[in-house]
């Protein structure tokens, strides 16, 4: 699990491609040390397995699946790169809950300074923006950002403060620059009804009933059962 919180900005040193699996190699010094063979890393927004750690570089695997599902079929030697080591128990939980299971890819389609900061336009299709919510958040390659109020029909904006731009790549993002977007894990189980399997998969409950009888601590599936799901949803 990760905050969407970028630890620092990497730079793609190497990719060996294989049959089934591209490794990547990244040059990380801000992050590697803290890191070991089995760890996760988020990779502008993938969840990756570390294989390796020499240095300051840092090896991931990426599958066939990663390569379908997200922009990093597009990555070249020299690209930099948003990292976010794995959630460790005990740390604050200050951005959102990200996974870093992308659910698809966007596009740039506006970038406009305003003042010292900068509001980027994203183009997501509806499908993904069926997933959004008026203020909620959206990892996008990574970064957890608050999204504008919308109407989302197949698009949404978020406002990136000079902070967010002086961590980030995004200062550097063009019209027509594809990213990888998460949408909220909360809001796709609420508008979807599968709160226990995403709470399960979370690791923050066991697999079992959430409900626990009166006088417990109201669930996120009782709160989903008095009316936080999408209205024809069941």
Same mark, same amino acid.
């Given at each position: 699990?990760?905050?969407?919180?970028?630890?620092?900005?990497?730079?793609?040193?190497?990719?060996?491609?294989?049959?089934?699996?591209?490794?990547?190699?990244?040059? #990380?010094?801000?992050? #590697?040390?803290? /890191?070991?063979?089995? $760890?996760?890393?988020?990779?502008? *927004?993938?969840?990756?397995?570390?294989?390796?750690?020499?240095?300051?570089?840092?090896?991931? $695997?990426?599958?066939?699946?990663?390569?379908?599902?997200?922009?990093?079929?597009?990555?070249?030697? *020299?690209? @930099?790169?948003?990292?976010?080591?794995?959630?460790?128990?005990?740390? =604050?939980? $200050?951005?959102?809950?990200?996974? *870093?299971?992308?659910?698809?890819?966007?596009?740039? =389609?506006?970038?406009?300074?305003?003042?010292?900061?900068? /509001?980027?336009?994203?183009?997501?299709?509806?499908?993904?923006?069926?997933?959004?919510?008026?203020?909620?958040?959206?990892?996008?390659? *990574?970064?957890?950002?608050?999204?504008?109020?919308?109407?989302?029909?197949?698009?949404?904006?978020?406002?990136?403060?000079?902070?967010?731009?002086?961590?980030?790549?995004?200062?550097?993002?063009?019209?027509?620059?594809?990213?990888?977007?998460?949408? $909220?894990?909360?809001?796709?189980? #609420?508008?979807?009804?599968?709160?226990?399997?995403?709470?399960?998969?979370?690791?923050?409950? #066991?697999?079992?009933? /959430?409900?626990?009888?009166?006088?417990?601590?109201?669930?996120?599936?009782?709160?989903?059962?008095?009316?936080?799901?999408? @209205?024809?949803?069941?």
């Amino acid at each position: 699990m990760f905050t969407g919180l970028i630890r620092e900005v990497g730079v793609l040193r190497g990719v060996a491609r294989g049959p089934q699996l591209v490794r990547l190699r990244i040059a #990380a010094p801000r992050t #590697a040390a803290d /890191l070991g063979p089995g $760890d996760s890393l988020a990779v502008n *927004g993938i969840c990756l397995t570390v294989t390796g750690v020499r240095g300051a570089e840092v090896s991931v $695997d990426a599958a066939v699946e990663t390569l379908r599902v997200t922009t990093l079929e597009h990555w070249r030697v *020299g690209r @930099k790169l948003h990292l976010e080591p794995a959630l460790r128990a005990g740390q =604050a939980l $200050d951005g959102h809950l990200v996974l *870093g299971h992308v659910d698809g890819t966007g596009k740039v =389609a506006r970038s406009e300074r305003r003042g010292a900061s900068v /509001l980027l336009t994203v183009t997501c299709g509806e499908r993904l923006a069926g997933w959004l919510m008026p203020k909620g958040s959206v990892a996008l390659d *990574g970064v957890s950002l608050t999204v504008d109020a919308g109407p989302h029909v197949d698009r949404f904006t978020v406002n990136l403060i000079p902070h967010t731009l002086g961590w980030t790549m995004f200062d550097a993002y063009r019209v027509g620059q594809p990213v990888n977007l998460e949408m $909220d894990v909360l809001v796709k189980a #609420a508008r979807t009804g599968h709160s226990t399997e995403a709470l399960a998969g979370l690791g923050a409950l #066991a697999p079992q009933r /959430l409900d626990r009888g009166p006088g417990s601590v109201p669930s996120l599936t009782s709160i989903l059962d008095r009316g936080f799901r999408r @209205k024809g949803t069941s």
